[in-house]
């Protein structure tokens, strides 16, 4: 009954009557159709979508041409750094517009896909802000993203609620929650199951577009205090990418008649081109700014593919390349700087302990680990930090309340942090320090294989081995595994004098495979897409060029075209 494609074909299917949506000139919808999505996926919304992707296409295109320069210049030795033609940004006075009292106190950010339940439990957390995720922690299928707005949308309405029948539990909001951000996918990922001009919308648009359309009057009404919406943005490279959505938030603003610099938006820096120019994004956004976030995971990522073709800066073990390496300390320690002279939230990040349920004194050691975390970002001057967990949050709120310098609800003015200026590039790109295993090697592979195997199946944020795993924590082991084989590295941490090669990979995999059936069991290894998953993430390992995202090109297999409109016999 339906289609099945990478994107640009449809299945012929003989229904005798269709339903589909009402769209406007240009727009073709090639997801399935629901009464639900008809809610969001209205003509005057698809409309707004359609003229932002008109406007900022060749911008897009032009940015992303920016990104595969950028490439080939550091495939070719060049080493990121500072522009020296945009000095006078770093090292003129100005500051971003003041800080909207609604979001002034983000001391604990939870974070978490735009799942219904969820979006319900973050939202009573305790928390802040909830960070609500169309990017890492969410599989971009069509039934999740749509699903996803319809969920936010009636979050923003103050109308959410959700049933769970299996327990008989009706969850619904509190009368304090948490602020709503929405961090929307990035620059490089299209939406195959929306075509406009006869090509497929760009994710971040349809993402931004759809949920700005519908929310932006109720959230400036409940939530925002006169501002908003709030959206955290992901993966940047460069300040013309901050400048796109500069411009895209002011061609929202006219479009709502809504006074300009009312959306306001947290950066990620986590790409390595980002760190050296935080400045430059800042002042791009500077009327629609509120910080810069330390999104460790992607960054850490973000060094291995830069350095793709640097087997001089080979990574030690994943879980080495912790905060306390001096390149991220440097890097969170800039971002502090750079944040507060410029009158903004620094933010800290993700740890990727989560709670671990059956056993109280592991669970004890992952708080501590947490909380170890949480009090380096708060002495180091962060303003606030990320938590995945709603059970993390009291601790991370307990560590922020009690060390934080000053009295306001930040650190903004108390933690300049000026000796953090000095940072240079030589600190930011230093090679982080420590050893590589095979069990490094095995790690990476069966959380990579179990992680896309999630992905597959509609699931972008998963707990293995009590840690938690997403986009970004999966992509360095994708990039780490390509690099030890294309360079054959030793595995000098076992003093076995052990090399990494095809032939041992394809022995790790076939293990690991194993090691993960015999954990999850038959009857899940049958039914999951295990065996998808590994012939994936196996091919993007050993490919003799590094694909740029493992989810761009995992993207096909999650893309089902639904012939226009849907039976209704
Ligand atoms: C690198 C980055 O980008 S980090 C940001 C992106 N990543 C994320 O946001 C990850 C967010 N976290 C998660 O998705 C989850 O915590 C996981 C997948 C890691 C673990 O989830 P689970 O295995 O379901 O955790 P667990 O079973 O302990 O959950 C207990 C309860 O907490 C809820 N819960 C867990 N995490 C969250 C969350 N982040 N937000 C809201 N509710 C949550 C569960 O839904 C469950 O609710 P219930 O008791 O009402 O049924
Ligand atoms: O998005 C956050 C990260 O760490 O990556
Ligand atoms: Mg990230």
């Given at each position: 009954?339906m289609?099945?494609?990478?994107?640009?074909?449809?299945?012929?299917?003989?229904?005798?009557?269709?339903?589909?949506?009402?769209?406007?000139e240009?727009?073709?919808?090639?997801?399935?159709?629901d009464?639900?999505?008809a809610?969001?996926?209205?003509?005057?919304?698809?409309?707004f979508?359609?003229?932002?992707?008109?406007e900022?296409?060749n911008?897009?295109?032009?940015?992303?041409e920016?990104?595969?320069?950028?490439?080939?210049?550091?495939?070719?030795?060049?080493?990121?750094?500072?522009?020296?033609v945009?000095?006078?940004?770093r090292?003129?006075?100005?500051?971003?517009?003041?800080?909207?009292?609604?979001?002034?106190?983000?001391?604990?950010?939870?974070?978490?896909?735009?799942?219904?339940?969820?979006i319900i439990?973050?939202?009573?957390?305790?928390?802040?802000v909830?960070?609500?995720?169309?990017?890492?922690?969410?599989s971009p299928?069509?039934?999740n993203?749509?699903s996803g707005?319809?969920?936010?949308?009636?979050?923003?309405?103050?109308?959410?609620?959700?049933?769970?029948?299996?327990?008989?539990?009706v969850?619904?909001?509190?009368?304090?929650?948490?602020?709503?951000?929405?961090?929307?996918?990035?620059?490089h990922?299209?939406?195959?199951?929306?075509?406009?001009?006869g090509?497929?919308?760009?994710?971040?648009?349809?993402?931004?577009?759809?949920y700005f359309?519908?929310?932006?009057?109720?959230?400036?009404?409940?939530?925002?205090?006169?501002?908003?919406?709030?959206?955290?943005?992901?993966?940047?490279?460069?300040?013309?990418?901050?400048?796109?959505?500069?411009?895209?938030?002011?061609?929202?603003?006219?479009?709502?008649?809504?006074?300009?610099?009312?959306?306001?938006?947290?950066?990620?820096?986590e790409?390595?081109p980002?760190?050296?120019?935080?400045?430059?994004?800042?002042?791009?956004?500077?009327?629609?700014?509120?910080?810069?976030?330390?999104?460790?995971?992607?960054?850490?990522?973000?060094?291995v593919?830069?350095?793709?073709?640097?087997?001089?800066?080979?990574?030690?073990?994943r879980?080495?390349?912790?905060?306390?390496?001096?390149?991220?300390?440097?890097?969170?320690d800039?971002?502090?700087?750079?944040?507060?002279?410029?009158?903004?939230?620094?933010?800290?990040?993700?740890?990727?302990?989560?709670?671990?349920?059956?056993?109280p004194?592991?669970n004890?050691?992952?708080?501590?680990?947490?909380?170890?975390?949480?009090?380096?970002?708060?002495?180091?001057?962060?303003?606030?930090t990320?938590?995945?967990?709603?059970?993390?949050?009291?601790?991370?709120?307990?560590?922020?309340?009690n060390?934080?310098?000053g009295?306001?609800?930040?650190?903004?003015?108390?933690?300049?942090?000026?000796?953090?200026?000095?940072?240079?590039?030589?600190d930011?790109?230093?090679?982080?320090?420590?050893?590589?295993?095979?069990?490094?090697?095995?790690?990476?592979?069966r959380?990579?294989?179990?992680?896309?195997?999630?992905?597959?199946?509609?699931t972008?944020?998963?707990?293995l081995?009590?840690?938690?795993?997403?986009a970004?924590?999966?992509?360095i082991?994708?990039?780490?595994?390509?690099?030890?084989?294309k360079?054959g590295v030793?595995?000098?941490?076992?003093?076995?004098?052990?090399?990494?090669?095809l032939?041992?990979?394809?022995r790790?995999?076939?293990?690991?495979?194993?090691?993960?059936?015999?954990?999850?069991?038959?009857e899940?290894f049958?039914?999951g897409?295990?065996?998808?998953?590994?012939?994936?993430?196996?091919?993007q390992?050993?490919?003799?060029?590094?694909?740029?995202?493992?989810?761009?090109?995992?993207?096909?297999?999650?893309?089902?075209?639904?012939?226009?409109?849907?039976?209704?016999?």
């Amino acid at each position: 009954m339906m289609g099945i494609g990478s994107y640009g074909y449809n299945v012929p299917i003989s229904h005798k009557m269709f339903v589909g949506y009402d769209v406007p000139e240009g727009v073709d919808i090639r997801g399935r159709y629901d009464e639900d999505y008809a809610r969001i996926l209205t003509k005057d919304a698809i409309q707004f979508v359609a003229e932002l992707q008109r406007e900022f296409r060749n911008h897009i295109n032009y940015a992303m041409e920016c990104r595969k320069e950028a490439k080939m210049k550091y495939n070719s030795g060049a080493l990121p750094g500072f522009d020296p033609v945009t000095r006078y940004i770093r090292e003129g006075e100005w500051t971003c517009a003041p800080v909207p009292p609604a979001v002034a106190d983000r001391k604990v950010e939870i974070t978490g896909p735009v799942e219904r339940k969820m979006i319900i439990n973050a939202l009573n957390s305790g928390a802040k802000v909830f960070m609500a995720d169309f990017e890492d922690a969410l599989s971009p299928s069509w039934e999740n993203l749509m699903s996803g707005q319809v969920n936010l949308k009636d979050a923003v309405n103050g109308t959410i609620s959700f049933h769970d029948k299996a327990r008989n539990r009706v969850y619904k909001l509190n009368d304090q929650t948490a602020k709503l951000f929405v961090r929307p996918r990035g620059w490089h990922l299209p939406e195959a199951h929306i075509f406009i001009d006869g090509e497929p919308a760009t994710g971040c648009l349809v993402d931004f577009g759809l949920y700005f359309f519908h929310n932006f009057a109720a959230f400036r009404r409940t939530q925002g205090q006169g501002y908003g919406p709030f959206f955290y943005l992901p993966k940047m490279e460069h300040s013309r990418e901050a400048k796109m959505w500069n411009s895209v938030f002011e061609r929202a603003e006219k479009m709502a008649g809504i006074e300009r610099g009312s959306i306001r938006a947290t950066v990620l820096i986590e790409t390595l081109p980002a760190v050296f120019q935080m400045d430059e994004i800042l002042y791009e956004l500077r009327d629609h700014s509120v910080g810069l976030n330390c999104g460790r995971w992607d960054y850490i990522f973000s060094y291995v593919k830069t350095f793709q073709a640097h087997p001089d800066r080979l990574l030690p073990d994943r879980v080495l390349v912790g905060m306390t390496q001096h390149f991220m300390k440097s890097y969170s320690d800039r971002l502090i700087w750079t944040c507060h002279r410029r009158g903004v939230h620094a933010m800290g990040g993700m740890a990727a302990q989560i709670p671990i349920r059956d056993d109280p004194a592991a669970n004890e050691a992952a708080l501590e680990l947490v909380r170890k975390d949480k009090l380096r970002e708060v002495k180091a001057g962060h303003d606030g930090t990320w938590a995945a967990h709603p059970g993390l949050i009291p601790a991370c709120l307990e560590v922020f309340n009690n060390n934080m310098q000053g009295n306001a609800p930040h650190q903004i003015q108390s933690m300049k942090r000026e000796d953090a200026a000095f940072i240079n590039e030589e600190d930011l790109l230093q090679i982080p320090r420590g050893v590589r295993t095979m069990d490094g090697l095995r790690l990476n592979t069966r959380v990579g294989i179990q992680y896309s195997a999630a992905w597959l199946t509609g699931t972008g944020s998963v707990p293995l081995y009590n840690l938690m795993e997403d986009a970004a924590t999966a992509e360095i082991s994708r990039v780490q595994n390509w690099q030890w084989l294309k360079y054959g590295v030793e595995l000098d941490g076992d003093g076995l004098g052990v090399k990494v090669t095809l032939d041992l990979f394809g022995r790790v995999v076939e293990e690991e495979m194993a090691r993960i059936e015999r954990e999850v069991g038959k009857e899940k290894f049958k039914k999951g897409m295990y065996k998808e998953a590994c012939k994936i993430f196996t091919r993007q390992c050993t490919a003799p060029t590094l694909d740029d995202f493992l989810t761009l090109n995992a993207y096909n297999n999650i893309v089902i075209h639904h012939p226009k409109g849907s039976s209704r016999l």
